[in-house]
């Protein structure tokens, strides 16, 4: 592990290459051509590969991870600064002043107990400074980002909404709403109306995100488990039909893969999967 002490010296260089690479006159040709939206899209991909390093629990890619990621911000800053908005520092200075707005309990006199009330605390900060910025008049659902995943924006606005108290009082109202939900897609297919469909679809998923919210379950986490379940076992019936010299196809049929699908659910016992 290196000195950490030596951190301000290997960001400077870290700015100067930066600056060399967007320089006009002898900087990369690439890299002069991009602007913030051109850029957008790869510093969430990188966000991305952070959180991928992290579920591999890939330790020393994450190394890598994160110094992409963090050249995705140098990379914003130094355009900031070329047009006179802002430079790396202002970007630093401003996440450490609202660290230390939003610590009270750390950095000043303000006592909060546990975990539960601390996070109430920020949230209440959060709001405070919304309220600021939009002189008073800022909606709830506010600076949500658009860009976020659906599934996590959605559990924001949920909970948002919740704290207005717009919410079901238990689990049990919001698998009312799921039955009710699911009726209203069969209904829709029944009449084979594609935008209907559509929408109930997705009135179905909003639902399930709002169950997975009451019952303490990140929804994005959850169904990226369950993605990563069942590329396992389908890998088990590839890697099984390639012992028998084929490979999934309509040849094959449904029974015989549905069929290495339960085995593949009973060689994994133990692991707790449905």
């Known amino acids: 592990m290196s000195d950490e002490r030596a951190g301000a010296g290997d960001l400077d260089r870290l700015l100067a290459i930066m600056a060399r690479l967007r320089d006009p006159d002898s900087g990369c040709p690439w890299d002069i051509r991009q602007d913030f939206r051109s850029i957008a899209p790869y510093t969430v991909e990188e966000a991305y590969e952070v959180a991928d390093a992290i579920e591999r629990e890939d330790w020393d890619h994450l190394c890598d991870e994160l110094g992409d990621l963090l050249f995705q911000v140098v990379y914003h800053a130094q355009m900031a600064r070329e047009r006179g908005w802002f430079g790396f520092s202002d970007v630093v200075a401003a996440i450490s002043d609202k660290l230390v707005r939003r610590h009270p309990h750390v950095f000043g006199e303000q006592a909060v107990g546990d975990a539960a009330h601390q996070s109430a605390a920020w949230e209440a900060h959060k709001e405070a400074e919304r309220q600021g910025k939009a002189g008073g008049a800022a909606g ?17 606005l949920q909970k948002r909404a919740a704290r207005a108290g717009f919410d079901w009082p238990d689990a049990a109202g919001v698998l009312d709403k799921l039955d009710e939900e699911l009726g209203e897609l069969r209904d829709a297919l029944a009449v084979d109306r594609h935008e209907a469909v559509a929408e109930e679809v997705g009135d179905l998923l909003f639902s399930a995100v709002n169950l ?35 490979r999934p196809g309509p040849e094959v049929g449904l029974a015989a893969m549905d069929a290495l699908w339960d085995e593949a659910k009973r060689s994994e016992k133990g692991v707790g999967d449905k």
Do not use: H
């Not at 303490?216 to 488990?225: F, I, K, M, Q, Y």
């Open 140 to 156: 709830l659902l506010d600076d949500i980002p658009q860009a976020l995943p659906a599934l996590s924006r959605a559990t924001k």
């Open 212 to 246: 997975a919210r009451r019952v303490g379950v990140d929804a994005e986490s959850a169904l990226r488990e369950s993605n990563a379940k069942f590329e396992r076992r389908f890998r088990y019936i590839e890697a099984r039909l390639a012992g028998q010299g084929r």
